[in-house]
């Protein structure tokens, strides 16, 4: 079974810190990554895909690496809206999505 | 500008059947694959079915195992609307349901750029 695993589950920062969020794949997936941002009580925003490709309107301090199994979504300095839960989703083996990294103050 | 607005989420008896709608607007629907992710009360995202549009594979449609058999998802171009026909329907498919617009052509393999405010479904006794 396919399983993408999201760590930590929990990141307390502030402002103005630099945000890094892992996601690791059971399997290979080449760069086939995204990265989605969830505020309370709307819907996921695409952020990056392919692993490092920031979709528009994206803000350069989001930026994203990896390939293969292991990948990394990096805030460079947090801004107040930046607080939210963040998912990966691969697209690879059908469709799927890690369980999500919570980003709070 | 992109719009997904979904309708027909409620409470639902288990073993029942609802069907959900979106209504797409602001791109060229039948030229992009669709789909439909869920999300359950306080937990993360999971995809349920996806649909390709026109000219790639025209009838492909492709569904998680949690609910193969038991969904089926589908599209009027005509009316610029995606739907998800569900039945059997169980207590674990309590969720808030979002359409969700493809960022490539085809339904699988790809990542989902738009996404709709979601309609919830409840099912219960």
């Known amino acids: 079974e396919f399983v993408l695993t999201q760590s930590p589950a929990t990141l307390s920062l502030s402002p103005g810190e630099r945000a890094t969020l892992s996601c690791r794949a059971s399997?290979?997936?080449?760069?086939?990554l995204a990265w989605y941002q969830q505020k309370p009580g709307q819907a996921p925003r695409l952020l990056i895909y392919?692993?490092?490709n920031r979709a528009t309107g994206i803000p350069a301090r989001f930026s994203g690496s990896g390939s293969g199994t292991d990948f990394t979504l990096t805030i460079s300095s947090l801004e107040p809206e930046d607080f939210a839960v963040y998912y990966c989703?691969?697209?690879?083996?059908?469709?799927?999505f890690g369980g999500g990294t919570r980003v709070e103050i | 500008e992109v719009q997904l607005v979904e309708s027909g989420g409620g409470l639902v008896q288990p073993g029942r059947s609802l069907k959900l709608s979106c209504a797409a607007s602001?791109?060229?629907?039948?030229?992009?694959?669709m789909h439909w992710v869920r999300q359950a009360p306080g937990k993360g995202l999971e995809w349920v079915a996806g649909?390709?549009?026109?000219?790639?594979?025209?009838?492909?449609?492709g569904y998680a195992d949690s609910v193969k058999g038991r969904f089926t998802i589908s599209r009027d171009n005509a009316r610029n609307s995606l739907y998800l026909q569900m039945n059997s329907l169980r207590a674990e498919d309590t969720a808030l349901y979002y359409c969700?617009?493809?960022?490539?052509?085809?339904?699988?393999?790809?990542?989902?750029?738009?996404w709709g405010q979601g309609t919830v479904v409840t099912v219960s006794s």
């Open positions: 969700a617009k493809s960022f490539y052509r085809v339904a699988a393999g790809t990542y989902f750029d738009y």
């Open positions: 602001g791109f060229t629907f039948d030229a992009y694959a």
């Open positions: 649909i390709n549009g026109v000219g790639w594979s025209r009838d492909y449609t």
């Open positions: 399997q290979y997936i080449s760069s086939y």
């Open positions: 392919d692993a490092s």
């Open positions: 989703q691969q697209r690879s083996y059908w469709l799927t």
